[in-house]
């Protein structure tokens, strides 16, 4: 039994055209007459089954109080700020350290005699 064989007994419970000479086919072998006659007794249980009841659909989303709302939104702006502040704070440090320290001490160095 192949995937093919139950797609032509589905289609055929699904009153979609079917090949009938293959259908012959594929009754003669014992499995696809049980699968027939499972699918069968599938729909039979489904028709018969209580239909299912209407989906309640929500008539009111609640909204989250105001206070929520402000709250969330000056954590919001808050951390953009400290963003903000911390890519300033960055921007000029790192000017700073490019540059070259200025020098505490310098040395000479006087060349060494060859002769020596």
């Known amino acids: ?5 139950r797609d032509v007994l589905s289609a055929l419970l699904d009153n979609e055209p ?18 027939l006659v499972d699918f069968v007794r599938l729909r039979a249980a489904l028709r018969d089954a209580d239909p299912p009841g209407p989906t ?13 709302v402000f709250l969330r939104s000056a954590a919001g702006l808050a ?12 921007a000029r440090h790192a000017a700073d350290a490019s ?18």
């Not at 009938?20 to 699968?35: I, K, M, S, T």
């Not at 309640?56 to 929520?68: A, G, S």
């Not at 951390?79 to 911390?86: E, S, T």
């Open 56 to 68: 309640p659909v929500p008539q009111h989303v609640p909204r989250p109080p105001m206070t929520r």
């Open 18 to 35: 079917v090949d009938a000479d293959l259908l012959a086919r594929l009754l003669e072998v014992p499995g696809n007459r049980a699968l």
């Open 79 to 90: 951390l953009v700020g400290l963003g903000l502040a911390g890519g300033a704070w960055y």
């Open 99 to 116: 540059a070259a320290p200025t020098p505490s001490r310098i040395v000479q160095l006087a060349p060494l005699d060859a002769s020596r």
């Open 1 to 5: 039994m192949t995937t093919d064989d």
